[in-house]
């Protein structure tokens, strides 16, 4: 357990390795390369209506991002977030899988209770939130020694991470079907920006899809619903690729999603539009996280046995322990 916490510094270092254009040149597989579920412009329409109306019951907990920023998780989440676009990367699965994991992430951080995060147990959430969204969106299914191939300080057994899914899945209730940015990207450019020619509604999706993959990073967009960043990032996207026609795109986008937003949807888009290269760059990693008095350089990845890994520092209910309980009692 001692190796467990001796990483304190990584939530504050501001020596890491910035990645933040690695991520730039990552291939994520995407609906444009098949069929999409919807077919017709009236299916994609009413799917956006059923989206809406959940969307807000798959967001993080109010107050999240005050959450992150007095816990100083602003970092790690952002390095965690880079973890997953990466290994879906690498691993060749849908570019939905990431927003999916993503999302399972900041709701199970916005839930707990927990009040020291170390890296050990960002990087055992990322794994599992990862693990989840795979099972639950792609055809083929990754090994953990696989899914823990890169980038990782620590290496879990496949029994732990089995837990941590447990625990995941129980804080977020079962509910796995998340209404994301990307849920919003898809149904709109499949069918209702449809009248482009191939090249240049190719180069919308690749474009949008990019802009997304941003949004996830930066922690400023968070407490907008899903529809708004989306509705922002084709906004921009458009803009760019269509100047002269855009707003006539734009005018159906605002229809489906609700012009009351319009002031939101703007701030988005400004905050989109102030991002030289990537999302991150704008804050001074050095002066939002002090480094620690104490640092302990990880030269290798530790292997973490079951023994060593306590989850009841997540400040949630153990995996079966409920029914342990009623066990006893019955007895």
């Known amino acids: 357990m001692e190796n467990l916490l001796c990483d304190e510094v990584w939530l504050s270092s501001p020596e890491t390795r910035d990645l933040s254009h690695e991520t730039e040149h990552c291939t994520l597989k995407d609906y444009a390369s098949a069929d999409s579920f919807y077919t017709t412009k009236e299916d994609s329409e009413q799917a956006i209506v059923i989206c809406l109306e959940k969307e807000l019951s798959y967001m993080p907990e109010p107050g999240y991002l005050d959450y992150l920023q007095s816990n100083h998780l602003v970092f790690p989440r952002f390095r965690a977030v880079q973890w997953l676009i990466k290994t ?26 927990c009040q020291g995060w170390k890296k050990w147990m960002v990087e055992l959430l990322s794994i599992s939130c990862l693990s989840i969204a795979s099972k639950f969106n792609e055809t083929s299914l990754a090994s953990m020694d696989e899914l823990q191939m890169e980038d990782l300080e620590h290496c ?18 079962w509910r796995l079907s998340s209404t994301t940015t990307y849920s919003y990207a898809e149904l709109i450019t499949s069918n209702i920006i449809c009248d482009l020619n191939y090249h240049l509604h190719k180069e919308l999706i690749n474009q949008v899809n990019k802009t997304l993959l941003k949004s996830i990073l930066d922690f400023k967009l968070l407490p907008y619903p899903p529809s708004l960043v989306a509705a922002s990032a084709l906004w921009c996207n458009l803009e760019e690729l269509i100047p002269s026609s855009y707003t006539v795109h734009l005018t159906k986008i605002m229809k489906l999603i609700n012009q009351d937003h319009k002031d939101d949807i703007l701030e988005c888009r ?3 539009k102030a991002w030289p290269v990537h999302p991150f760059c704008n804050m001074k990693v050095s002066e939002q996280y002090p480094s620690s008095p104490v640092t302990v350089l990880l030269m290798e990845r530790i292997d973490i046995n079951d023994c060593q890994v306590d989850l009841s520092v997540f400040g949630m209910p153990l995996p079966g322990s409920n029914g342990n309980k009623r066990k006893r009692e019955e007895e």
């Not at 690498?90 to 707990?112: C, E």
């Not at 496949?158 to 977020?172: D, H, K």
């Open 88 to 113: 879906c990367s690498r691993l060749n699965f849908s570019i939905g899988t990431v927003f999916k994991a993503v999302n399972y992430l900041d709701r199970f951080i916005s839930t707990n209770q």
């Open 156 to 173: 879990f057994q496949s029994s732990t991470i089995q837990q941590m899914e447990l625990m995941v899945l129980q804080a977020l209730k």
């Open 270 to 272: 400004g905050i989109m």
